[in-house]
Protein backbone atom coordinates (compact mmCIF):
# COMPACT_ATOMS: atom_id res chain seq x y z
CA UNK A 1 0.00 0.00 0.00
CA UNK A 2 1.27 3.33 -1.11
CA UNK A 3 1.52 5.32 1.67
CA UNK A 4 2.92 9.04 3.25
CA UNK A 5 2.84 9.79 7.21
CA UNK A 6 3.48 12.77 8.57
CA UNK A 7 5.18 13.44 12.51
CA UNK A 8 6.70 15.81 14.68
CA UNK A 9 4.30 18.35 14.95
CA UNK A 10 3.00 19.76 18.33
CA UNK A 11 2.61 22.76 20.36
CA UNK A 12 5.35 24.85 20.41
CA UNK A 13 5.77 28.65 21.80
CA UNK A 14 6.73 31.89 18.94
CA UNK A 15 10.31 31.68 17.86
CA UNK A 16 10.92 27.91 18.93
CA UNK A 17 11.26 25.03 16.23
CA UNK A 18 9.92 22.32 14.84
CA UNK A 19 11.11 19.57 12.62
CA UNK A 20 8.03 18.15 10.30
CA UNK A 21 9.21 14.33 8.78
CA UNK A 22 7.25 12.41 6.05
CA UNK A 23 8.12 9.10 5.63
CA UNK A 24 6.79 6.76 2.49
CA UNK A 25 6.25 3.15 2.53
CA UNK A 26 5.23 1.09 -0.98
CA UNK A 27 7.20 3.51 -3.33
CA UNK A 28 10.71 5.08 -3.33
CA UNK A 29 10.41 8.86 -2.52
CA UNK A 30 13.91 9.83 -4.80
CA UNK A 31 11.81 9.38 -7.76
CA UNK A 32 8.98 11.96 -6.78
CA UNK A 33 9.02 15.96 -6.29
CA UNK A 34 7.55 16.38 -2.59
CA UNK A 35 5.38 19.38 -0.57
CA UNK A 36 4.69 20.31 2.17
CA UNK A 37 1.04 22.24 2.63
CA UNK A 38 -0.80 23.53 5.50
CA UNK A 39 -4.09 24.58 6.14
CA UNK A 40 -5.53 26.93 9.29
CA UNK A 41 -9.37 26.75 10.06
CA UNK A 42 -11.15 28.74 8.03
CA UNK A 43 -8.53 29.03 5.45
CA UNK A 44 -7.39 27.51 2.05
CA UNK A 45 -4.84 24.87 1.49
CA UNK A 46 -1.52 26.90 0.84
CA UNK A 47 1.66 25.06 -0.58
CA UNK A 48 4.70 25.96 1.74
CA UNK A 49 7.97 24.26 0.22
CA UNK A 50 8.87 21.81 -2.07
CA UNK A 51 12.15 19.38 -2.74
CA UNK A 52 12.53 18.16 -6.61
CA UNK A 53 13.06 14.55 -7.34
CA UNK A 54 16.46 14.56 -9.41
CA UNK A 55 18.32 17.68 -8.67
CA UNK A 56 16.52 18.22 -4.95
CA UNK A 57 15.91 21.93 -6.50
CA UNK A 58 13.77 23.69 -3.47
CA UNK A 59 10.85 25.69 -3.29
CA UNK A 60 9.49 28.05 -0.42
CA UNK A 61 6.50 30.21 -0.12
CA UNK A 62 7.40 33.92 0.69
CA UNK A 63 6.16 33.62 4.07
CA UNK A 64 8.57 30.82 5.16
CA UNK A 65 11.27 31.82 3.13
CA UNK A 66 14.39 32.37 5.38
CA UNK A 67 12.98 30.50 8.46
CA UNK A 68 12.00 27.09 6.89
CA UNK A 69 14.41 24.47 5.59
CA UNK A 70 12.74 21.10 3.40
CA UNK A 71 15.71 18.35 2.85
CA UNK A 72 15.27 14.27 1.78
CA UNK A 73 16.61 11.26 3.45
CA UNK A 74 16.74 8.97 0.26
CA UNK A 75 18.39 6.18 2.59
CA UNK A 76 15.54 6.54 5.20
CA UNK A 77 13.21 7.52 2.06
CA UNK A 78 11.86 10.30 4.51
CA UNK A 79 11.44 14.12 3.52
CA UNK A 80 11.96 16.67 6.43
CA UNK A 81 10.83 20.31 6.96
CA UNK A 82 12.66 22.36 9.96
CA UNK A 83 10.83 25.05 10.38
CA UNK A 84 12.82 27.62 12.47
CA UNK A 85 11.35 31.16 14.45
CA UNK A 86 8.26 30.01 14.57
CA UNK A 87 5.32 32.31 14.37
CA UNK A 88 1.63 32.19 15.34
CA UNK A 89 0.37 32.68 12.13
CA UNK A 90 2.12 29.40 11.28
CA UNK A 91 -0.57 27.27 13.04
CA UNK A 92 -1.90 24.79 10.74
CA UNK A 93 -2.41 21.08 10.04
CA UNK A 94 1.05 20.40 7.83
CA UNK A 95 0.06 17.81 5.09
CA UNK A 96 2.74 16.21 2.50
CA UNK A 97 2.42 15.14 -0.64
CA UNK A 98 3.90 13.53 -3.82
CA UNK A 99 3.90 13.94 -7.69
CA UNK A 100 5.79 12.04 -10.06
CA UNK A 101 5.85 15.53 -11.99
CA UNK A 102 7.14 19.34 -11.27
CA UNK A 103 7.02 20.76 -8.34
CA UNK A 104 4.20 23.28 -9.95
CA UNK A 105 1.97 20.14 -10.63
CA UNK A 106 -1.34 21.18 -9.70
CA UNK A 107 -2.30 17.35 -8.50
CA UNK A 108 -0.21 15.32 -6.33
CA UNK A 109 -0.91 11.50 -6.15
CA UNK A 110 -0.32 10.61 -2.76
CA UNK A 111 -1.04 12.53 0.47
CA UNK A 112 -0.49 11.90 4.12
CA UNK A 113 -2.93 12.39 6.54
CA UNK A 114 -1.66 15.75 8.32
CA UNK A 115 0.02 16.36 11.70
CA UNK A 116 -0.99 19.35 13.50
CA UNK A 117 1.11 22.53 14.23
CA UNK A 118 0.13 25.03 16.76
CA UNK A 119 2.16 28.01 17.72
CA UNK A 120 1.18 29.87 20.81
CA UNK A 121 2.63 30.83 24.23
Known amino acids: QLQLVESGGGLVQPGGSLRLSCAAS????????IGWFRQAPGKEREGVSCISSGDDSTYYADSVKGRFTISRDNAKNTVYLQMNSLKPEDTAVYYC??????????????WGQGTQVTVSS
Open 97 to 110: AATDYYCSAEVYDY
Open 26 to 33: GFTLDYYA
